[in-house]
């Protein structure tokens, strides 16, 4: 998937957030932070659409983190509804430059699928209240964030929201409600179910697009 693939630890609300780091071909310039679908239905980092997410943002040269949330393999604590899981990744973002400071100031990504776009999209309004710098690109697959917020979210214009179109576990006319009241434009795959099966090279190819002109 990279070309070397380690394991460091944060400190979340509830105690350790261990993540996978994917790193790119050559030096980073910048990071990305991707996160995973709904813990208590098997989702973890190494959802094949998180590390479609993470192929892409390593052939752009970001350093790719990707968190297990609460009560996924080392991680500690339990699922908390996405309260806990904004909260500790929150955290992370802010504990980011002190692990790796050469790279915290570059291009950023923040990303996620399903449950994970929940939590992405309350980390963006958390960062805007807390007037801290914003991603670069912010990306939601299957975004199910209705289902979870627990708080008002604003995301860019420029989001790019991509939804499968014979998804059966957040349906289409689900994203398109969330597209509409937020006026984003959604990617629709053709075919596509939730986990975007025999879809991912064409996701991440539409990934890679949007990812082109970051940071230039």
């Known amino acids: 998937m ?6 460091i630890q944060f400190s979340g609300l509830a105690g350790v957030i261990d993540c996978a780091v994917d790193w790119p071909t ?4 910048g990071w990305a932070l991707l996160l995973h679908p709904h813990p208590l239905h098997g989702g973890a980092r190494n959802n094949k659409v998180v590390t479609t997410l ?3 943002a390593t052939q752009h040269g970001l350093l790719a983190v990707r968190p297990d949330f609460r009560g996924v393999g080392k991680s500690a604590g339990q699922f908390d509804s996405s309260r806990g899981e904004t909260a500790d990744m929150l955290a992370l973002i802010e504990q980011f430059p002190s692990h790796f400071p050469q790279w915290s100031s570059g291009p950023s990504l923040l990303a996620g699928f399903s449950f994970g776009t929940a939590v992405a999209a309350q980390v963006y309004a958390g960062l805007q209240d807390a007037q801290a710098p914003l991603p670069h690109a912010f990306i939601l697959t299957g975004t199910a964030v209705n289902r979870f917020r627990f708080r008002d979210v604003s995301p860019p214009a420029d989001t790019l929201l991509v939804h499968g179109e014979t998804d059966d576990v957040v349906p289409l006319s689900e994203g398109m409600d969330f597209a509409r009241e937020h006026q984003l434009p959604m990617v629709v795959l053709p ?5 975007f099966h025999g879809k991912l090279i064409q996701l991440r190819e539409l990934i890679s697009r949007h990812l082109a002109g970051l940071g230039t």
């Open 26 to 29: 050559g030096e980073p310039r």
């Open 191 to 195: 075919e596509a179910g939730h986990f």
């Open 54 to 56: 993470s192929r892409s």
């Open 2 to 7: 990279s070309e070397r693939v380690d394991t």
